[in-house]
């Protein structure tokens, strides 16, 4: 049964900065191209950013220079940073599987708010 956990949200100022990790099992991780997607209030769920099993990665244009995706195979993790966050960075966050339509973990909100 595929899974995944992510963690790391919470409340943070205008500027500020959060990591977000996400705990893969049930899929041979290391072969997966992994993605970030997140969804606002009232709002579709929206692709964030994704890296390949190389390690190639790609981001939506609302996030490019301030986000940085990663992961590390050997843990099955992959993780977000995210910089100078804005209030419309406020969603709860998911990971998965690129392309992926099921399996989807519990989220993790983040809420850029003064």
């Known amino acids: 049964q595929v899974q995944f956990v992510e963690s790391g949200g919470g409340l943070v100022q205008p500027g500020g900065s959060l990591r977000l990790s996400c705990a893969a099992s049930g899929l041979i991780f290391g072969v997966y191209t992994m993605a970030w997607y997140r969804q606002a209030p009232g709002n579709q769920r929206e692709w964030v950013a994704w890296?390949?099993?190389?390690?190639?990665?790609n981001y939506a244009d609302s996030v490019k220079g301030r986000f940085t995706i990663s992961r590390d195979n050997a843990y099955h993790t992959a993780y977000l940073r995210m910089n100078n966050l804005k209030p419309e960075d406020t969603a709860v966050y998911y990971c998965?599987?690129?392309?992926?339509?099921?399996?989807w973990g519990q989220g993790t909100q983040v809420t850029v708010s003064l």
């Open positions: 890296i390949t099993s190389a390690g190639v990665t």
């Open positions: 998965n599987v690129y392309g992926a339509s099921a399996s």
